[in-house]
């Protein structure tokens, strides 16, 4: 089974990114937070550095755009062509209502047949490209039976893979993922299907390839950022080998991906503030890899110097045990 590394806004960058692919494997591509392309026709700042070819040597990538407009998303895609890469990803995932309020991302999903348009316009366009197109996406708006309607409109174009995430928007990354409509796209997508949502585990991830032995990929996202060697030590169990000879987590590999990720951040962010920002949302996720984590995980939300950050993490990282199994807990409780 192959894993793709999920697109997290604000997270995974190309400083976390280069990091973890340095430190961590199992991963073959990794997906870029998304690009939101619009009539300036330019890329932000951030949206540029975060594709250059020099801020992602050696790392497979790729870019995630987000737009309902076909002629934005073609210049996009344009754009990224000139940088070299061969594939883009739409995202239809996206639950944020600010998102959603203007069409975007999950909220493009109540309009059917403008999607339908939308997807005729950019595959003829990329076609012409000689470019390919993935689609990351939710089940529906409000429901899970609008899915069937969708995967009809999926079904029409040429998609190098349709990855699956099978929550509707208001579920946003609550309630659990409707299997029923993920079971429908197994048995009639006429593209590839991968699957996205709550593998958090690798026991999680065997019991999924023992549910769906025909699904060669799924993509991690919130695991990943709990357990970055998840990927790792799955394959080592679901392949049977000894487990006490897997790669597994260790605080010194978490010191060392740490470091290498806040110095990425020191040089490509202005002020010591903004990076600290930038390392706390990090330790949202990673926190719960240790035991017992709460005192010091106050510490590091609290420490408003970087001395103060780096002596919170470093007791975390000498006092606390590291869990047997570090696994995001999931926001269903």
């Not at 316009?121 to 899915?147: A, H, I, N, Y």
Request: charged share 25%; glycine share 6%.
């Amino acid at each position: 089974m192959d894993y793709l590394f999920a697109p997290m806004e604000g997270i995974t960058g190309y400083v976390f990114r280069n990091a973890h692919h340095r430190h961590f494997h199992g991963i073959k591509a990794y997906y870029t937070p998304f690009i939101s392309p619009n009539q300036t026709r330019k890329l932000t700042p951030r949206e540029l550095n975060d594709v250059r070819p020099e801020h992602n040597e050696g790392v497979p990538v790729i870019p995630q755009i987000l737009t309902n407009k076909a002629d934005d998303f073609l210049w996009a895609a344009g754009r990224l062509k000139e940088l070299g890469y061969t594939e883009v990803n739409l995202n239809l995932g996206c639950p944020s209502g600010t998102v959603v309020a203007k069409k975007r991302g999950s909220g493009f999903l109540e309009y059917p047949m403008e999607l339908d348009e939308f997807l005729y316009q950019v595959c003829d366009g990329l076609s012409k490209m000689g470019m390919e197109l993935s689609v990351k996406t939710r089940v529906g708006k409000e429901k899970s039976e609008e899915f069937e309607e969708l995967l009809s409109i999926y079904n029409r174009y040429p998609l190098k893979n349709l990855i699956v995430h099978p929550r509707v928007q208001a579920d946003y990354y609550k309630n659990h993922p409707h299997m029923e409509a993920f079971d429908l796209a197994v048995r009639d997508s006429k593209n590839p299907v991968f699957y996205n949502g709550d593998l958090f585990s690798a026991a999680e991830i065997l019991q999924f390839e023992r549910d769906y032995p025909g699904i060669p990929t799924v993509m991690l996202g919130r695991g990943l950022l709990t357990n970055p060697a998840l990927a790792e030590t799955e394959v080592s169990q679901i392949t049977q080998e000894n487990t006490a000879a897997a790669p597994h987590l260790t605080a010194e590999r978490i010191r060392a991906f740490h470091e290498e990720v806040l110095e990425g951040y020191r040089q490509a962010i202005p002020g010591d503030k903004n990076v600290l920002f930038k390392m706390k949302e990090l330790w949202t996720y990673l926190g719960e890899a240790f035991e017992d984590s709460a005192k010091p995980m106050k510490k590091i939300r609290k420490a408003q110097r970087m001395e103060e950050y780096r002596a919170a993490v470093e007791s975390l990282l000498m006092e606390k045990q590291i869990r047997r199994e570090p696994v995001f807990p999931g926001w269903n409780k």
